[in-house]
């Protein structure tokens, strides 16, 4: 059973059939929502950044020189870790419309409408991912807008889980997100970049009443709780 962890703000943990950990935008440390066991996972295999702000990448190198995990993300970015002490054959560059094959898993890289940097520096253009992992296709938005991509993508890849912001302010609110979520069809819808800190006002369930009004109850939305592996919920469906 592929195994899916909230592990709050916009951090996510997959766990694939065979045991591969992938990591999504690392930020646990200083993270209020991480519960305490997931602040420093001992078990990291591949880390996926969808972009470099401080609340998505910060405890990337660490966590990398701790577990010998593979950092996947856009060309800029990658460079500009590598000064910063990542070890060169634990970076894995690409860009958006590439798709890397690791065996165990793919990662095609997508477009977000955000912004992007690594410790003041510009750090190449912000990003999402589509894993295709264990028969399911996994949609991790990142930090984005709503934009007309995502009808594209749903047509393309047909994600059987999109994993969406709402916290308003920085990226797209509940509103934006549902309507999104209608765009993308996806058969679950997890909100994501919300609660962390005052300014990140988007509601879980608003935005569960609203995917519901929009799809007519086609998308089922899961809000877990932080560090809850909801990975059941969709190897039953």
């Known amino acids: 059973m592929i195994s899916v962890r909230w ?14 950990h992938i990591l999504i935008d690392p930020f646990l440390q200083d993270n209020p ?15 996926l950044l969808t972009h470099g702000h401080d609340d998505h990448a ?9 577990t010998g995990a593979q950092v996947v993300s856009i060309v800029e970015l990658s460079a500009l870790l590598k000064k910063d002490g990542l070890p060169g054959d634990q970076a894995v560059e690409m860009n958006k419309g590439g798709t890397v094959d690791f065996g165990d898993f793919k990662a095609t890289m997508t477009t977000a409408n955000h912004s992007s940097s ?4 510009y750090a190449g253009d912000p990003a999402g991912f589509i894993i295709h992992v264990d028969g399911f296709r996994i949609y991790h938005t990142g930090d984005t807008n709503i934009m007309p991509d995502f009808e594209l993508y749903g047509k393309l890849f047909k994600p059987d889980l999109a994993i969406l912001p709402i916290g ?25 970049h919300y609660g962390t800190m005052p300014v990140l006002t988007g ?11 929009h799809t007519r109850g086609k998308t089922k939305v899961i809000v877990p709780d932080a560090g809850e592996d909801f990975g059941g919920i969709l190897a039953k469906n």
């Open 203 to 213: 509601s879980p369930e608003t935005f569960r009443e609203l995917v519901d009004k």
């Open 7 to 20: 592990l709050g703000h916009s951090t996510f943990l997959i766990i694939t059939k065979s045991g591969k």
């Open 168 to 192: 308003d302010h920085y990226t797209m609110g509940h509103d934006d997100a549902a309507l999104a979520v209608q765009m993308i069809h996806p058969q679950f819808a997890v909100p994501m």
């Open 118 to 121: 690594w410790k003041g520096q």
């Open 58 to 66: 910060a405890d990337t190198i660490p966590l990398a020189k701790k």
């Open 33 to 47: 929502v991480t519960p305490e066991t997931w602040r420093s996972p001992d078990e990291v295999d591949y880390i």
